[in-house]
């Protein structure tokens, strides 16, 4: 028999029997009727609240209130129950999520120290052995110690030598100092700039109203057709640089719609190339193993860099102008000195075995990308030449990389037809791009103020960032785009494709 409050009528949470009229109240109501009354509510005798007797009962399920009864309200009470364990279930994913995101991120900080230990213990040991025998080693090279520095054209000169990688020379302290305060120097001027829209720049409206304003198909040869990769020169836009797959590079000046140069050297199609942005030099790299050096003016290769032992995928200039990072599909990624043509570092990640298909230096010039066959994206570090954060996620070889200017943002492409967007403050995918199906993704660019995106394939598109909507898609080229860059403060938009031509695109 249930027990029921003589006041409430309800199962009582806490039973006490009175002891003035021996009935069952539940305490709280009762007590409350003494305060104001201080008599029992049933026969009206005096009662206190020490005169009342707690029952001692196993606790009894409440009955459902009469809303409950119906079908509807029993349906609602297992809907509110429902979500209840969904938003649970939801709060506990989230949690693991993070957990799993620290524990990779300790991981990889774990690893990048075993391996700078282990380089540090294999120098110590070397550097013992040598002075117990007095004898110098060829793999260590003493502090200060600088490479004998080959000819410009040493490695034209004696075909045998060029076959072989240049030996490491290693980073100077010198070397480490110079790329920290180029680092400093522009992160200060970007926090200056990131305040103000650059005078001069390019709006939303005038982006939409871009149109072909010009096409060169004659730059390269019709035998092999098709250009491979495109850049622009940053202190002058109207100079560009193509590389194709007739094994030379051209520059060409858009104002004048004049050939200045035809870089020929190469034994094989030119696969990357980059304009230098205050001097007169370009940087070629093919699947010949080379990086070449080029003076614009002259049109002769000036270095010749064996950096690597398989064909070069991607090279990337960095800040200071003096040094070229590159990465080959022999695994490997290299830091070279441009002005004397030498290989400083040359590393290879021992947990991933997979060939490197592009890398590009951050704005800062500390960190830089790097892309692989296997749909990786791996952020290294420079000056310990160590991974510090992989971000996963796309499906087949990584086309291309592009940090934008604001030093945060970080856009991919690989081959599956999506454009990721990466923040390398929380160091996660934060948008990603749904292009149309099988979309050939080639290129992808930031213009200098980081205000816009173009990607380059099977058309040429721009996106305002932050919103990542597109503005504008040039369908005017017949097959697919390799590369695209921007004019200064994006006025024009460059592109090569290839059916060998080089379009522009502008206000008309």
Known sequence: MALCCAISNEVPEQPVI????????????????????????????????DMLMEVKASPLVKPRPASATSIPAILKSLQDEWDAVMLHSFTLRQQLQTARQELSHALYQHDAACRVIARLTKEVSAAREALATLKPQAGVAAPGYTAPQQPSYGAEANPEAAQQPMEEAGMSDEVLQKLQDKATLLTAERKKRGKTVPEGLAIVEDIKTYRQLASHTGLHSASVPGILSLDVCLKDTSKIVTGGNDKNAVVFNKDTEQVMAILKGHTKKVTSVIYHPEEELVFTASPDCTIRVWGVQTAQCAQVIRAHEAPVTGISLHATGD????????????????????????????????????????????????????SMIKIWDLKERANVANFPGHQGPITSIAFSENGYYLATSAEDSVVKLWDLR???????????????????????????????????????????????????????????????????????SMDRSLKFFGIP
């Open 18 to 49: 009175s002891s003035a009229s021996g009935h069952i109240y539940e305490r709280r109501l009762i007590e409350k009727y003494i305060k104001e009354n201080g008599t029992d509510p049933m026969n009206g005798e005096k009662l206190a609240a």
């Open 323 to 374: 040094y070229l990072l590159s990465c080959s599909t022999d695994m490997h990624w290299a830091f070279s000195d441009l002005r004397v043509g030498r290989v400083l570092t040359k590393v290879s990640d021992p947990a991933s075995q997979h060939a490197l298909t592009c890398a590009q230096f951050h704005p800062d010039g500390l960190i830089f990308g790097t892309g692989t066959e296997d």
């Open 426 to 496: 929380k160091l996660k995918n934060f948008k990603t791009l749904q292009l149309s199906d099988k979309y050939d993704v080639r290129s992808l660019c930031f213009d200098q103020s980081g205000t816009y995106l173009a990607v380059a394939g099977t058309d040429v598109r721009v996106y305002l960032c932050k919103q990542w909507q597109d503005l504008v898609v040039f369908n005017d080229h017949t097959a697919t785009a390799t590369g695209v860059r921007f004019g200064h403060n994006g006025t024009f938009l460059a592109s090569a």
